[in-house]
């Protein structure tokens, strides 16, 4: 396997998760549910495991969550552009339901970031004035996704020949890749 490039991948999804200057802090999530339509939004990496697990938050009413219950496979996609790098993962989601968990990460959200998870409507309703939202004072709507990672696709843009790799998880819990055609 080639490791040098899955490994470059990794160390930037890791910087993604911890600097919210990194390029890869906002990535895209593809979800698609009963109706088969692609459904795109833009997302905060907020955790990335070595074992290929990557974390979000979300309000617990969103579609994306919806989505997930309907059809849990996604897709993720992260640019670099100084680096001209491109990751781009399938995975598995789920919700976190451990309340204790929770409830810590929960505590460690900044007071104004948590707004974002406590609107009194749910996310995608229609509003008049975007100064008519209403708050609520709890974290009941609050949830994290984690997504495990069981294809990873890995693209350097340069010259005089791009890379590109494909890595896929085995049953047996390793990593293998294929060189692909950019």
Known sequence: MDKEHFEIAKKELKEGAKNADHPFHYFTLATTGINKVARLRTVVLRDFSKDMTLTLYTDKRSRKVTHIKENNRVCLLFYHPEKLIQVKIDGVAY???DKKKLEKI???????ARQDYITVKDPGERIDNPDQIEYLDTSKNFAVMHIEAYKLEYLKLKRPKHIRLQ???TESGNWNSTFLIP
Do not use: Q
């Not at 929960?106 to 104004?112: L, Y």
């Open 106 to 112: 929960w505590n460690s959200i900044d007071e104004k």
């Open 95 to 97: 919700m976190e339901t």
């Open 167 to 169: 890595y896929h998880l």
